[in-house]
Structure formats: structure tokens, C-alpha cells
């Protein structure tokens, strides 16, 4: 785990068998789908996806509250992506190419919007996925990132500005409305439709 990733309690504490089932059922698909479209590719997503959950059981919090367990469990994740696009850069001297193809039917955006999101910079895709698409608080989008909170606005906002930029390209930049409707028609699909879980981790996997 990296230095950033959320220190846990130096007191031993466990998330019981039952909460961490519940947890994984209502978190993996979300969990799974943010890393898809952060990284550009699902290649390596359910990979991410277990060792998040991983970590979670080895250095769990000292709460069973999923409403806490939830910005931890992104943290972890968002690390590992990190870690993966720096293992990237250091293995090949360039980052990951983002390839919208690849990203699989989980996705269920028009391949052309995918190439515009994938064109963001990674902190502009976690910030909108987390704030739009898993409809996060600025303190749990905060939490999940390893930000202060009263950043996020400034930095969504500009988040926002830059995709409504490349969605509708306009001759002065500062003309762009931060706040363009595409972002319902971008982000609200993946609130809305059900999508079949993974299998249950268990415990006893770790």
C-alpha cells in the first residue's frame, strides 16, 4: 500500500464476514466501473477490484459503517491505479495508452464520448465519475482521492469546464459552461441501470 493510502488504526480491527459480504455486494460493480473508466481499459480492472478489497481485509478501518467503509475502499483503489500508471510509465517511459475501444459493454457510453472522457486528464475522469456517476459528497470524493475538501469544488469545477470544452469546443475557453447537460447524459446511465455482480469474495480468500 502506498504512503497515501489511508492509515489504519494501529488497534487490531476486523470487519465481520456478514458486513463485508453485504459491502462487497453493494461496492464491487460501482468499484469495478470506476476503475474501468479512470484507467481507459478493464483489462486490469478485476485485478484492482480484489486486491482493493484485499487490503480492505488485511488494514480494515475501525468502523463497519459502509457509509465510511465506501470513500476507504475508493482510496485504495485509486492508489493502485496510480500505482499502475507509474509501474506503466516506469516499465516503457510513457503512459498507459487509453484506448476507448477497450473499455467493454460494462461501459455503455457511445464510443466517441469515451475518447472524450479518456482525453481528461485521470484527477479530471476520478473527480467526474466519482462526483456524477457514483454521485459522491465533495468530502467523500476528498477521501477517496487523498484531497482536502474544500479543494474539490475548484477542482470539479474546472473538471467540468474542460470536458464541456472538448464536448462543444468554443473560440475562448472561458466561455465554456462549466456545467454542460451532457454530463446527464454521460454519467446518469451508469445510476441507473442494474448491472450483475461479481462473485462474492470471501473472507476465507484472503
Request: without cysteine; charged residues 25%; glycine residues 2%.
Given at each position: 500500500m502506498t504512503k497515501s493510502d489511508c492509515t489504519p488504526p494501529k488497534s487490531i480491527s476486523m470487519i465481520s464476514e456478514e458486513v463485508f459480504k453485504d459491502f462487497y455486494r453493494q461496492t464491487a460493480v460501482p468499484l469495478r466501473r470506476y476503475v474501468i473508466h479512470t484507467m481507459g481499459a478493464a483489462r486490469h480492472a478485476d485485478d484492482i477490484v480484489q486486491e482493493t478489497y484485499l487490503r480492505l481485509l488485511r488494514h480494515p478501518p475501525q468502523t463497519e459503517n459502509p457509509q465510511e467503509l465506501r470513500p476507504y475502499a475508493f482510496r485504495i483503489a485509486s492508489n493502485l491505479i496510480t500505482d499502475s500508471w507509474r509501474k506503466q510509465k516506469h516499465e516503457t517511459g510513457v503512459p498507459e495508452t487509453?484506448?476507448?475501444?477497450?473499455?467493454?459493454?460494462?461501459?455503455?457510453?457511445?464510443?466517441?464520448?469515451?475518447?472524450?472522457?479518456?482525453?481528461?486528464?485521470?484527477?479530471?475522469?476520478?473527480?467526474?465519475?466519482?462526483?456524477?456517476?457514483?454521485?459522491?459528497?465533495?468530502?467523500?470524493?476528498?477521501?477517496a482521492l487523498g484531497l482536502r475538501e474544500r479543494s474539490i469544488r475548484v477542482l470539479l469545477s474546472r473538471a467540468r469546464a474542460k470536458l464541456a470544452e472538448l464536448l462543444s469546443p468554443?473560440?475562448?475557453?472561458?466561455?465554456?459552461?462549466?456545467?454542460?447537460?451532457?454530463?446527464?447524459?454521460?454519467?446518469?446511465?451508469?445510476?441507473?441501470?442494474?448491472?450483475?455482480?461479481?462473485?462474492?469474495?470471501?473472507?476465507?480468500?484472503e
Open positions: 487509453l484506448d476507448a475501444s477497450t473499455v467493454d459493454s460494462d461501459a455503455a457510453l457511445p464510443l466517441d464520448m469515451k475518447r472524450t472522457f479518456l482525453s481528461l486528464r485521470p484527477l479530471d475522469r476520478q473527480l467526474l465519475w466519482l462526483a456524477y456517476a457514483e454521485g459522491a459528497s465533495h468530502r467523500e470524493i476528498a477521501a468554443v473560440e475562448d475557453p472561458a466561455k465554456a459552461k462549466p456545467r454542460h447537460p451532457v454530463m446527464e447524459t454521460v454519467f446518469q446511465p451508469h445510476r441507473e441501470v442494474a448491472r450483475v455482480p461479481l462473485p462474492v469474495l470471501s473472507i476465507a480468500d
